[in-house]
């Protein structure tokens, strides 16, 4: 999944950055309030972390520009202001979520996540499909309740988006755009490659090409 991740504190956010790429994320980084408001409206992010004091824009103000012009991008407030009447003014701003600082990085991934699999209608604390069950604390894949396969980074944040939208038809270039960060090269075949390697753990039934249009992940091979 691609995260945008907005803190004008470099320290802070280069650490988190860390923290979140290990968890599996493709992030991406903002540093003062017009970047973030341009590249949340340009670019395919899953999830946005957005402080609210920022430089050159306030937090609120981005967040209420990309509702104005009917942005979803699930957004989680990250900020200092304690203040009971600040949260309720990032939750009419259009926040889905707000944690305080200082917080727990583990309590920010799981409210990640958690926001990521209500945004794709999902249910519980782990993603499921027809025998196959998604750790993404280890990152690692259960086929049938047997012994753990082990995923590459790739291979999972691959597998991850392609379980949050089972059946759907996936192109190329979609699945670039949320597995990788904004570095990659998009005219790179290894989405390719790493189809391959899934087809090899997961079974070649379980990912479909449909040919001119992109792959579909089936969530059920009956």
């Avoid at 990640?112 to 499909?129: E, F, K, P, Y």
């Avoid at 012994?147 to 944040?157: A, I, M």
């Avoid at 192109?171 to 087809?199: A, G, P, T, W």
Wanted: charged share 30%.
């Amino acid at each position: 999944m691609r995260l945008l991740l907005v803190e004008d504190d470099e320290e802070l956010s280069e650490s988190l950055q860390k923290e979140l790429v290990h968890k599996g994320f493709a992030v991406d980084q903002a540093y003062n309030g017009v970047d973030a408001e341009f590249m949340g409206d340009e670019e395919s992010y899953d999830i946005a972390i957005l402080d609210l004091g920022l430089p050159q824009r306030s937090g609120l103000e981005v967040l209420e520009n990309w509702r104005s012009k009917e942005n979803k991008l699930p957004v989680i407030i990250l900020t200092a202001r304690d203040a009971w009447h600040e949260r309720i003014d990032g939750f009419k701003a259009g926040a889905d979520d707000y944690l305080g600082k200082p917080f727990h990085v583990e309590e920010l991934i799981m409210r990640v996540q958690a926001l990521i699999r209500r945004t794709h209608d999902m249910t519980g604390q782990s993603l499921h499909c027809d025998g196959l069950r998604l750790d993404e604390e280890y990152q690692q894949l259960i086929i049938n309740e047997q012994s753990p396969v082990q995923l590459t980074g790739t291979e999972f944040r691959l597998l991850r988006y392609f379980m949050l939208n089972q059946s759907k038809v996936l192109s190329k270039s979609r699945l670039i755009e949320h597995v990788y960060d904004q570095d990659f090269d998009k005219d790179s075949n290894l989405i390719e490659v790493y189809i391959r390697r899934l087809r090899d753990k997961l079974g070649k039934q379980r990912i479909v090409t449909r040919r001119g249009q992109g792959y579909v992940f089936m969530d059920t091979l009956k």
